[in-house]
Every structure is written in C-alpha cells, then in structure tokens.
C-alpha cells in the first residue's frame, strides 16, 4: 500500500511540475515564433532591451530598425519582443476627443505632465566647498 501512495505523490508532483513550469515556457515560445513570424517593414516593435523601433528591412535571422533619425540598428529576430504598445497613461493626439470645439493653443490640459512647462532648477554660481 505505501508504494501506491508514493507513486500517486510522484505522479502528482509530475503534474503540478508540467503546469508551473513546462506549459508557461511553451506557450511563451510559441507567441515569441508566432510575433516573429508575423514581423513585416514599418512595423513599430520593441526589443527585448527596451529599444522601440520601426521596421525597415527583414532577413531570416536579423530584423534592420529605424531607431532614430538615420539610426538604423541590427538584431536578431529571437530579440523582438512584440509590437511597440504607447506608453500607459499617454493621450493620443490624434484620437477624436469627441468634441468638435476648436483646441485652444494656450490650454496644456493634453499635454502630458512631463511637458508642462517646468521651473529650472537654479543655477550654481560657484561650486560648493568642500565642508571636510
């Protein structure tokens, strides 16, 4: 009876490891192949390092992006991680805010915060002594 228990224990052990652990990794290797495989000229993707870029020539390894003006940088496709989504919390501009109200020029409330105008910081005459 005690051989049953510990094969029963064993097997589901084996189950519990197969659904933490093997199926997540497959199904994350199949979305990496299927965005891979879907890549295309003037897509707008980001890399695995953070770097956001539009598609401006495909090999079967390496994908060429346009990352700044006449920046073009080369990786390997497996590096792609998917398309580039805006960042959260970002107000599309050209979205219709569904009022037909002319904008006003002087109005920053669509600005994002990091636009508005700023103090700046002031400025050091002189460097700071040393205390010591």
Same mark, same amino acid.
């Not at 003037?42 to 994908?63: H, M, P, R």
């Not at 496709?77 to 998917?82: E, F, K, N, S, W």
């Not at 805010?97 to 508005?116: C, L, T």
């Given at each position: 009876?005690?051989? &049953?228990?510990g094969f029963?224990?064993?097997?589901? #052990? ?5 659904? #933490? #652990? ?5 199904? &994350?290797?199949?979305?990496? *192949?299927?965005?891979?495989? *879907?890549?295309?000229p ?15 020539? #495909?090999d ?5 992006l346009d990352? +700044?003006d ?10 792609i991680?998917?398309?580039a989504a805006?960042p *959260? ?5 050209? &979205? ?12 920053? +409330? ?23």
């Amino acid at each position: 009876m005690e051989g &049953a228990v510990g094969f029963v224990w064993i097997a589901v #052990l084996a189950v519990l490891f197969w659904f #933490l #652990l093997i199926r997540p990794q497959r199904r &994350a290797r199949q979305q990496a *192949s299927a965005v891979q495989g *879907s890549l295309s000229p003037g897509d707008e993707v980001v890399t695995i390092g953070g770097i956001i870029g539009t598609i401006v020539a #495909l090999d079967d390894d390496t994908v060429d992006l346009d990352v +700044a003006d006449d920046v073009v940088m080369t990786f390997t496709r497996r590096a792609i991680v998917g398309p580039a989504a805006p960042p *959260s919390g970002w107000v599309d501009e050209d &979205a219709d805010s569904g009022d037909d109200e002319p904008d006003d020029p002087d109005d920053d +409330a669509d600005v994002p915060p990091a636009v508005v105008d700023e103090p700046d910081p002031p400025a050091r005459d002189k460097p700071v002594d040393d205390p010591r």
